[in-house]
């Protein structure tokens, strides 16, 4: 049973970081397409990064500012974001798909989310 499980949100002020971290268990990481989604309140869920297939994709308005990364032996997926804006605040998602990997894939699993709120 695929089990995704994000942590590291917070409240951070304008121009600060934050790191989030997803641990999988439940099937083999190395496997599966991983990625980054957000939310935010009355929004529509939007892809912010993906790994996987030796690919990385960013959404354009994350480009620059944050970055997706893995431990394949940790099983862990990783968002270090800077330069946060409060247009960042949102509820992140990390999701697990087979096959192709892109925002677009097909995701299936995801998890419960960890709030990031940025404040000016």
């Known amino acids: 049973q695929v089990h995704l499980a994000e942590s590291g949100g917070g409240s951070v002020q304008v121009g600060g970081s934050l790191r989030l971290s997803c641990v999988a268990s439940?099937?083999?990481?190395?496997?599966?397409?991983m990625a980054w989604f957000r939310q935010g309140p009355g929004g529509e869920r939007e892809g912010v990064a993906s790994i996987g297939d030796g690919r990385i994709r960013y959404a354009d308005s994350v480009k620059g500012r944050f970055t997706i990364s893995e431990d394949r032996d940790k099983s862990t997926m990783y968002l270090e974001m800077t330069t946060l804006k409060p247009e960042d605040t949102s509820m992140y998602y990390c999701?697990?798909?087979?096959?192709?990997?892109?925002?677009?894939?097909?995701?299936?699993?995801w998890g419960q989310g960890t709030q990031v709120t940025v404040s000016s």
């Open positions: 999701a697990a798909a087979r096959g192709y990997c892109d925002l677009g894939a097909d995701f299936q699993w």
């Open positions: 439940g099937y083999s990481y190395s496997l599966f397409c």
